[in-house]
């Protein structure tokens, strides 16, 4: 009997194993870094939120999203409807450019972003600078999980006198 169950055991295990190097072939890796789409969601995910649409914003994450941040953690759309329409409320003409983008990829789903950004509240003068790294999750085209950290670099002066 032991040995009947110690072959079904490592049976199972090199079944686990030829199964999880399957899932790693060349089409799970077929993505380079500038045509993953990653980039394009998260393009477009800042395209929407410098166009004032959070509805397209909300568009490009999946009900229900988890995203840690170095702001708090969002469950759910809803959160994050509440929290951009804050913003937005506050900063109606908010724009942001992301200067510099580099995505490492983990998995077919999963992939490590750098990145340099710079925030204008008004649309156009002032800004802030930063930086981010974030590790996104996404099933299709819409974002499941996002851990992402952001630190401002520079406050232009304007910005720090009010």
Known sequence: MRTITTFVLLTMLFITSISCNNSNTKNDYEYTEANHPVRTIYLSTIEALNEGNL?????????EIKMYGTDGNYFGQKALRERFENILQQFPKVRMEIPELKLEILSKNVVLVNFEWKVFPMGQGPAFSGIGSGIYTRDGDKWIEVLEVETITNIDEALKQK
């Open 55 to 63: 509805d397209l914003f909300l568009a490009n994450f999946a009900p």
